[in-house]
């Protein structure tokens, strides 16, 4: 569970330092905050399914993805109501 919760804070951490990175190649910070607002966002359904018909379902590595990926749309959706 550690490292879901590694790889979920920093897949919404960091896309939030693109915010700074496209102000300053002059985006206006709204813009900025909507594109880094959209690489948060994931589809666990539809990761789930591929894995599923792949057969890796069970496995430890998927479990991580799982994890990380429901925790960052949960951190996704708490940052962005703000």
Same mark, same amino acid.
């Given at each position: 569970m550690i490292g879901s919760f590694? %790889?979920?804070s $920093? @897949? %919404?951490i960091l896309p939030f330092f693109v915010v700074v990175v496209l102000? $300053?190649?002059g985006l206006d910070a709204l813009e900025s905050m909507l594109f880094s607002? !959209?690489?948060t966002a994931t589809s666990i359904a539809i990761s789930v399914q591929v894995l599923t018909e792949l057969g890796k379902i069970q496995?430890?590595?998927v479990r991580l993805i @799982?994890? !990380?990926a429901i925790l960052d749309?949960? $951190?996704a959706i708490a940052t962005s109501s703000r």
């Open positions: 590694t %790889v979920g $920093l @897949s %919404v102000t $300053l190649f607002t !959209a690489l496995t430890k590595e @799982s994890g !990380a749309d949960i $951190l």
